[in-house]
């Protein structure tokens, strides 16, 4: 028996015992609920066992090898490699906001799964092979190494504009990851969302601060474990009570048509028509305040300026006085800032004045042309997923983690296999909670709603995760009343299903997991680019290899508190940050990396004008269009969305290396050898 079939087998047996000893906690916590534990207890027990064992493993793998640190000692199997991979994927836009997404959009959310898969497929077929057949460390190595130039034809300026998108594409995904976690830490353990942050933080150091890639990696194949475990339980448990039927793909099937039955039911019902008439009525009236600007700004002010005064003078109650203050203090402080306040808030009305889009309908649109620009949004969005995938550098980094070049090709299969046992109940999962909502729910008294709205309504009082308004006075729910946001719908699955609280935190500590997992990933990204390729390759070529892991380190935890601070600062939701980072990622590094293995023509030049170029689109683009950066959706091209920004930038960037390629001088031999190496079979 050979070393590496020896060592799967030793690796097979640590995960066989983690197996079992996994679903005696988990039966063991169950007895305990039984006897009557408080749940409290029970999501400090998951978040403090899923953190112990995920810093037991860090410490147990903790290295100060270079090849260790930076690419786990080239030795990770390809059924491994291919969990750790999937874990570090599904990420928690995955495992948290993807089926929240396609609950709230229906079909045009396939868009994420079918770009995601599909990137596996780039990645299988143009970049992870030969990235392993180059046999380095990060992927400004490989950029370097083939494009050169610079001082000493060492590829410097090529490296330090790679490792600036790396830094760039990482650190916004990675602010997603710690988002999650915040809100996971928060309803789970009842501290604030800041300091579930930082607790969540203390997890992810301590695997990628001691072990690097070797500690990332064995702990992503737990996570991966985890994962798995914590989404199909609830999944197969609602399959099971809407179908009679544990395999959510078979009752997908079953219960999407009684989902729409359903979703015309609520289409007739005069009631819901009164509620959305009403929030178009309060559009109408921003709208009116939209156009007497600035006019109606100066009145607001003054108005809201006199209801403090006369709850002064009239003696109201402190509650009363409070709310005035409340109300003045939060009132637009200048011009522009209410315009982009009511603009923001007219737009939130307007979407819920529409009725509800049916779930299975493709491109629903009231017009011909909306619709068209929901097709042509699709596609974008499914392009800028699977050129991001091809280019994010904390999943190419897992390349170079195998025995071999055949190695990384069965580990893209088993990435994409791991990844698909998920990715093919997600849109089961949104079907099932969403026909559990629309049939429980919706029509209840208000006197008697579950327990489970409060609990996710007060975590964040500013932005509620989900409310539930009487509007029209009725006593009775409507679908129109209830505003859910897509990010909590798997972590309320449980409890929208009825589930025992041990299931609840469970998928708590899934999605700790999946978020975890790839912040593990994207922090060690921007780490190992700042101190392999910055310090040791640019700044300190002489470096040794302890002082090299040792300025990883502390990178890495710098990294992390920044990371973390902007997370606390809840930028965005986490799909639209995610989508950001693939169209940047695409963007900037897709056309160098694949023109670099095929077209033997691109020189140095070539990839300094690609990265550079499709960056700037991609970043204009957005600039553009965004709301959140000063944008308007009415400047868009082609009514494309901002996060698929990737559209413009990918061939932008193409073009870019193409021309600025052919106008200069051909690449040094040196780069056609290593063309013909890393192609050649192995």
Request: with cysteine; net charge positive.
């Amino acid at each position: 028996m050979t070393r590496q079939k020896r060592y799967f087998r030793r690796l097979s047996g640590y995960y066989a015992w983690f197996c079992v000893c996994f679903a005696g906690f988990l039966l063991a916590l169950t007895v305990l609920e039984n006897e009557g534990m408080p749940r409290l207890w029970i999501g400090h027990l998951f978040m403090f066992a899923t953190i112990v064992l995920y810093a037991t493993i860090g410490v147990v793998s903790r290295t100060s090898n270079v090849t260790e640190y930076y690419v786990a000692g080239r030795r990770v199997p390809a059924l491994f490699n291919g969990m750790a991979t999937a874990a570090d994927w599904i990420s928690a836009a995955s495992f948290i906001s993807l089926a929240g997404g396609l609950y709230l959009s229906g079909f045009d959310a396939l868009a994420y799964i079918m770009g995601w898969t599909g990137g596996y497929c780039l990645v299988a077929l143009l970049i992870a092979p030969y990235l392993r057949k180059f046999a380095q460390y990060t992927i400004p190595d490989y950029l370097a190494a083939r494009y050169g130039g610079g001082a000493g034809g060492r590829g410097g300026p090529v490296r330090a504009l790679a490792v600036g998108a790396t830094i760039i594409v990482s650190f916004i995904y990675v602010v997603a990851q710690i988002y999650a976690v915040g809100l996971i830490a928060s309803r789970f353990t009842g501290v604030d969302f800041s300091v579930g942050i930082f607790l969540g933080l203390a997890s992810i150091l301590v695997c990628s601060f001691l072990g690097g890639m070797r500690g990332i990696t064995w702990t992503q194949v737990a996570q991966y474990i985890i994962i798995l475990v914590a989404f199909l339980i609830p999944t197969m448990w609602l399959s099971a009570k809407h179908a009679d039927n544990p395999l959510p793909q078979v009752a997908y099937g079953s219960v999407l048509p009684k989902l729409a039955q359903r979703e015309a039911q609520l289409a007739a019902d005069p009631r819901e028509h009164e509620v959305r008439a009403r929030f178009q009525k309060e559009a109408d009236a921003y709208q009116e305040r939209l156009a007497a600007l600035p006019a109606s700004w100066e009145q607001g002010k003054v108005e809201a300026q006199r209801r403090l005064d006369t709850a002064r003078l009239r003696n109201l109650s402190l509650a009363d006085v409070r709310n005035a203050e409340r109300a003045l203090a939060a009132y637009p402080k200048t011009v522009d800032e209410a315009e982009a306040l009511w603009r923001e808030q007219r737009s939130r009305l307007l979407a819920r004045a529409q009725p509800p889009q049916p779930h299975a309908a493709p491109f629903a649109g009231a017009t011909e042309a909306e619709s068209n620009a929901r097709r042509n949004n699709f596609l974008a969005l499914v392009f800028c997923l699977m050129f991001g995938t091809a280019a994010l550098p904390h999943i190419l980094m897992r390349s170079y983690t195998t025995p071999s070049v055949h190695e990384t090709r069965v580990s893209v299969f088993w990435t994409l296999f791991f990844i698909l046992l998920i990715y093919l109940s997600i849109p089961a999962l949104a079907v099932l909670a969403k026909y559990d909502i629309y049939t429980s729910l919706v029509g209840s008294d208000f006197s008697s709603l579950p327990t489970w709205i409060s609990y996710w309504g007060n975590i964040d009082k500013v932005n509620p995760l989900i409310q539930v308004t009487d509007i029209n006075g009725d006593g009775l729910v409507q679908l129109a009343e209830i505003a859910i946001d897509g990010d909590v719908l798997v972590l309320a699955t449980p409890e929208i299903g009825g589930l025992p609280y041990v299931i609840s935190g469970l998928v708590a500590a899934g999605g700790l997991a999946a978020a975890l997992s790839t912040a593990d990933g994207l922090l060690l990204a921007i780490s190992n680019a700042l101190s392999h390729d910055i310090y040791y390759k640019i700044v300190d070529p002489g470096a040794s290899t302890q002082k090299r892991v040792t300025i990883s380190k502390l990178l890495l935890l710098a990294v992390a508190f920044i990371a973390a601070y902007a997370a606390s600062q809840k930028p965005a939701d986490i799909l639209s940050l995610v989508g950001a980072a693939f169209s940047l990622a695409a963007s900037a590094l897709f056309p160098p990396l694949v023109l670099g293995v095929f077209w033997k023509r691109a020189n140095h030049a070539g990839a300094i004008a690609g990265m550079v170029g499709g960056f700037l689109v991609c970043l204009y683009y957005m600039i553009r269009v965004h709301p959140m950066l000063g944008g308007r959706m009415d400047a868009a091209w082609f009514d494309i969305a901002p996060m698929s920004a990737g559209i413009f930038g990918v061939p932008a960037g193409m073009l870019a290396v193409v021309v600025a390629s052919l106008l200069t001088a051909p690449p040094a031999r040196g780069s056609d050898a290593l063309v013909d190496y890393i192609r050649a079979p192995e």
